[in-house]
């Protein structure tokens, strides 16, 4: 490791230059590259839609940051987002319910499957990798259940031969259309929340105590830190957050897909992932998880803009990965400590 | 006597500090010696050498009158040494049966193949275990190493190392575990093996286990052997070579603060399961000092009295009405403060600065809705740094990058600064330069001065007699000495804690 021995004396040292800054500047050398080479690349819509198609695993990405945050790791959040999906579709489809109902009961049932990981973590003492994986396999198969297995879309035959009543609302369908002038609703639901999620774990006492939670738990709960229930908080939040990523998800299908989400999982943790090595934090932040987002987004819109198949995508976000971790674990002086022992 | 093992002259040294200095040390056959020493005195250091755990030491090593070398466990085991560290649960291997446990060395260096039957193996082991008297029989053998308790998995432990024969056997805190009724049937087996005329080097904290069982006493302080005796033994001098005979400079110069009022009254209190209940009144404005060696309960009582551990019997009553903590935030909320023993473990946050790791206790106070308020925790900082001296570039500093007597300033001033009732340290000078101990000591005396119960934790005397205005010795969970500081010497207090039950 010969990358900066050197150069304390001059003032810059070239390790911690690039721990600091070399993940903005690779977004930024991309960005650039992509603009100056793809006329379409440069366009608002292309770099909206960029956005936009990365909300959703932003969205999930900033819940399990905050898992990651307490020491944690949710594992279940693509499989979340996937209940959502069939949540909402049941509740508008076959119930007939109003598209608010259907918010109302996709948030409670990400809000359920964030409770039932506390259950299992804090109560039962499962590892949390271990739980979550459990409950995601678990809920996987339990929302095929009420549906028997079937994707869920306007004019379904039910079991008892009738045809399902209710449709996806428009309301519900402008969740994913709808613009607050000209930026697309997820783009800035996915803002807010990233902005949200700042505040909370940088500027409140909660936020401050979960960090510590996730550092050295023992000496937390010697400063008088109740810390399981923190962790029971961190994977309520996660769930919830989940669920609203779903929520997008399913009104952007407009059908209750049963594949929807499958592909979450990685991508989500792989945003937190990355987030850790931005500004040489070497901790999970919600600043890291945006922009480890947007970059898989730029990425892959310029990828595809470039007529790459669809399979280099995964290579690609593995390899953006393998880098994010090696400036967080290898490069950094910092100890990382934020990734759970199982 | 003739000797089983003679160690000539180890010195080591890690780095800069050198741990052991010209050790010469002979281990007779037949005979259990026992090894003394406060924590970082050599013990370990010690103990790893002749197991072959560190190489890098100079001197020589005699088994049986004839010079060995031993510069990996494989050497010491097959120069008959053999090694039974403290944790059991790192001595057997889950997931296997119990007989394969016992054979485990031999099944790895391939003496028995590895394709063998378990009916073979089985066979084997009932030959080991019949040989030491264990009454172990084919199907416990089949059983899975952890439905064996934890005392037999000790004897597991034990007869594996025995199975080879050694000349010389290290018992290190071999009882720590185990119940008492567990320990004696261990010490019958210990008188045993010695009539084997096997050599053994016990090493352990409690007097009374060295008064049953050794023949020959080492005591070891920084590095050195400082006594050896034959019993039997005079255990004042013991703990004195022991724990050392400090400057004993500028001692007591404080008066005595004599408190009268009772903060805290604990009932019927037990340390240890098997330990005696106690009654204790902590009064307020006065340092009670609580002094014992290592496992006398030091830090079970702390921790019991901060909610961080349950209470296994009795009950607690602060200012007058009854104190159940289940929680150390329990503590906290009723002005109960503990600075713990194991700072880095137990007290810091890694990567943090002096600030937050002043305000993490008490976010609540330096927030408004949640949010938590900059300027106030970055005064409270700025406020620890100057009234405990710390020496750092600001409070904005991480207090991992701090020098250990700056690191303990911190941690104990967190709690300074936010009024304790009652204030308990945990060995609050482990680890700290002698400057930083007399600051710390001197903050300290001024709080009990304000009304404050002060309860200060150590197994060091001086340390205690430099900060005490009433001194309680402990010896295996039970209160041996209450008095004033005034009212006793360093010689009492040594002679109490080495009382042997």
Excluded: C
């Amino acid at each position: 490791m010969s990358i900066g021995k050197t150069t304390a004396t001059t003032g810059f040292d070239l390790r911690d230059f690039i721990v600091k800054y070399g993940f903005i500047l690779v977004t930024v050398i991309l960005f650039v590259w992509f603009a100056s080479t793809e006329p379409t690349f440069r366009m608002q819509n292309t770099l909206f839609s960029m956005l936009k198609f990365t909300s959703v695993v932003a969205i999930t990405g900033l819940g399990v940051t905050l898992t990651m945050v307490v020491g944690g790791l949710d594992l279940s959040v693509g499989a979340t987002a996937g209940l959502s999906v069939t949540l909402s579709a049941m509740t508008m489809v076959i119930y007939a319910q109003t598209g608010p109902v259907a918010l109302i009961v996709v948030l409670l049932g990400g809000a359920l499957v964030g409770l039932f990981n506390a259950f299992l973590i804090v109560v039962l003492k499962i590892p949390d990798l271990l739980a979550t994986l459990a409950t995601m396999f678990t809920i996987m198969g339990l929302k095929l259940v009420p549906v028997d297995g079937q994707s869920v879309s306007s004019g379904l035959i039910l079991r008892d031969g009738s045809v399902a009543p209710g449709r996806f609302t428009e309301g519900f369908l402008l969740i994913d259309r709808a613009y607050i002038g000209p930026v697309p609703l997820p783009v800035a639901i996915f803002f807010s929340l990233a902005f949200v999620v700042w505040i909370f774990l940088t500027r409140t006492r909660w936020g401050r105590v979960m960090y510590a939670i996730g550092s050295n738990p023992e000496a937390a709960r010697l400063a008088g830190v109740k810390v399981q229930r923190y962790r029971a908080l961190a994977y309520v939040l996660s769930g919830v957050f989940a669920s609203i990523g779903g929520l997008i998800l399913s009104s952007r299908i407009g059908q209750g897909d049963i594949s929807a989400g499958n592909s979450l999982l990685l991508d989500a943790v792989a945003v937190s992932l990355v987030g850790t090595s931005v500004l040489g934090m070497a901790r999970p932040n919600a600043w890291g998880t945006t922009l480890g987002a947007v970059l898989i987004g730029i990425v892959i819109t310029g990828l595809t803009i470039k007529g790459f198949p669809y399979y280099a995508q995964d290579v690609v976000k593995g390899l953006v990965l393998l880098t994010a971790l090696i400036f967080s674990f290898t490069l950094s002086r910092r100890k990382s400590r934020f990734v759970p022992a199982v | 006597m003739v000797s089983a093992v003679e160690v000539r002259n180890i010195s080591m040294a890690f780095g800069s500090n050198q741990v052991l200095t010209g050790v010469d040390l002979t281990i007779d056959k037949g005979q259990t010696t026992a090894l003394l020493g406060a924590n970082g005195a050599g013990k370990s250091t010690l103990i790893k050498i002749l197991s072959g755990v560190y190489s890098s030491f100079t001197g020589e090593i005699l088994i049986d009158g004839k010079a060995v070398t031993i510069d990996s466990p494989t050497t010491a085991k097959a120069a008959g040494i053999e090694t039974v560290h403290q944790r059991i649960d790192e001595g057997v291997i889950p997931g296997l049966t119990v007989a394969e446990n016992l054979l485990f060395e031999r099944i790895v260096s391939g003496e028995i193949s590895r394709t063998v039957s378990l009916k073979t193996i089985v066979n084997e082991a009932e030959k080991i275990a019949s040989a030491l008297d264990l009454k172990w029989s084919k199907s416990k053998l089949r059983n899975d190493v952890y439905e064996l308790g934890i005392a037999e998995q000790q004897m597991l432990i034990l007869a594996r190392a025995l199975s080879r024969s050694p000349k010389l056997l290290i018992l290190d805190e071999p009882t720590s575990a185990l119940s008492n009724a567990e320990s004696q049937n261990l010490f019958k087996f210990i008188k045993n093996l010695e009539s084997q005329g096997i050599a053994i080097l016990y090493v352990s904290h409690k007097l009374s286990e060295i008064e049953q069982l050794a023949k020959n006493l080492v005591v070891i302080r920084d590095g050195k052997i400082r006594n050896e005796q034959s019993s039997p033994f005079s255990w004042d001098l013991a703990l004195k070579e022991m724990l050392g005979q400090q400057e004993l400079g500028q001692r007591n110069n404080f008066d005595y603060i004599q408190g009268n009022e009772v903060a805290l009254k604990l009932e019927g209190v037990k340390l240890f399961k098997e330990s005696s209940a106690f009654d204790l009144e902590i009064n307020r404005k006065q340092v009670t000092g609580i002094i014992g060696l290592l496992g006398a309960g030091k830090t079970e009582l702390a921790k019991v009295i901060y909610g961080a551990d349950n209470l296994i019997s009795g009950n607690m009553k602060f200012d007058g009405k009854n104190y159940k903590p289940t929680h150390p935030s329990d503590a906290v909320s009723s002005d109960i403060y503990l600075v713990p023993e194991d700072r880095a473990a137990d007290s810091m946050i890694p990567n943090w600065s002096i600030a937050h790791t002043a305000t993490l206790p008490f976010m609540g106070e330096f927030s408004v809705k949640g949010m938590i308020k900059k300027v106030s925790e970055s005064i409270r900082g700025k406020q620890l740094v100057d009234d405990l001296k710390v020496v750092t570039t600001s409070h904005e500093a991480i207090v991992d990058s701090l020098s250990g007597g700056n690191q303990q300033k911190v941690v104990v001033g967190r709690w300074l600064q936010s009024k304790p009732k009652m204030m308990i340290l945990d060995e609050p000078f482990r680890g700290v330069d002698i400057g930083a101990r007399r600051d710390i000591s001197k903050r300290v005396r001024d709080l009990a001065a304000t009304d404050v119960a002060v309860l200060v934790l150590a197994s060091d005397v001086d340390e205690i007699l430099d900060v005490a205005d009433r001194i309680i010795v402990l010896v295996e969970g039970k209160v041996v000495m209450d008095v004033n500081a005034g009212e006793t010497s360093k010689e009492k207090i040594v002679n109490k804690m080495s009382e042997v039950a």
